[in-house]
């Protein structure tokens, strides 16, 4: 039969403090990267993206860095708020060729935030 | 909310009944995409349209899954004979290409629409 169980990454932190969360994808052809949030019962809300021709990305409280030597990525979050604990995903597009910008999805991480 | 809906957000079926599902994307996006995500997982691809063009599909849509996107704006997707494996979150993501290089862009989720199949 399928098991079934959450085996997700957990990353607990109190609130105010910065948290790191990170990323192994898998294709070298990869160009365009994406974090997306995603609340219990909802779908996945964009947070920030990076092209390959970047190493770092910065918004509001969030920055990205990529690493392609190594494909890894992280997502920096300054400040935590309990507002902002929930699983995150990475999510790798390649452009070009026959993949018409499908995204594969990373494992995720499960962030959560204590008061 | 992103401006992508997803109707139903719930759907409870007996196994062996057909359930459709509707995604509206934002107006101006040309692209949609239907994604299926399983407890614990991230979204995985299903298909994949260009105004009404169905362009990709996924080796994990078998023959009774379809989705359809007549007039370029709203897709549908059809499961038939539902098997208790499909239950999952099926989500609808749309794009617009970001110009001059036509590459891909933000793709917006929708809330997704939550299968159980009995």
């Known amino acids: 039969g399928e098991s079934v169980g959450l085996h997700l990454p957990t990353l607990s932190v109190q609130e105010g403090d910065n948290s790191i969360i990170n990323c192994a994808y898998s294709?070298?052809?990869?160009?365009?990267f994406i974090w997306y949030k995603q609340e219990s019962g909802k779908g996945p809300q964009f947070i920030i993206d990076i092209r390959s021709n970047m190493d770092k990305r910065q918004g509001q409280r969030v920055t990205v860095l990529l690493n392609k030597t190594v494909k890894h990525l992280s997502l920096q979050i300054a400040a935590t708020q309990p507002g902002d604990s929930a699983v995150y995903f990475c999510?790798?597009?390649?452009?070009?060729?026959?993949?018409?910008?499908?995204?594969?999805f990373g494992q995720g991480t499960i962030l959560t935030v204590h008061p | 909310d992103t401006g992508v809906s997803q109707d139903p957000r719930h759907k409870i079926t007996k196994r062996g009944q057909n359930v459709t599902f509707r995604c509206d994307p934002i107006s101006e996006h040309n692209r949609l995409y239907w994604y299926r995500q399983t407890l614990g997982q991230g979204p995985e691809f299903l298909t994949y349209?260009?105004?009404?063009?169905?362009?990709?599909k996924s080796r994990l849509l078998s023959d009774r899954f379809s989705a359809e996107r007549p007039k370029g704006s709203f897709s549908t997707l059809e499961i038939q004979r539902t098997e208790q494996g499909d239950s999952a979150m099926y989500l609808c993501?749309?794009?617009?290409?970001?110009?001059?290089?036509?590459?891909?862009?933000?793709?917006?989720f929708g809330p997704g629409t939550r299968l159980t199949v009995l």
């Open positions: 993501a749309s794009t617009f290409p970001r110009p001059p290089s036509g590459g891909e862009d933000t793709q917006y």
């Open positions: 294709n070298s052809a990869s160009d365009y």
């Open positions: 999510a790798e597009n390649t452009a070009g060729g026959t993949s018409y910008g499908k995204l594969t």
């Open positions: 349209f260009q105004n009404e063009a169905q362009l990709e």
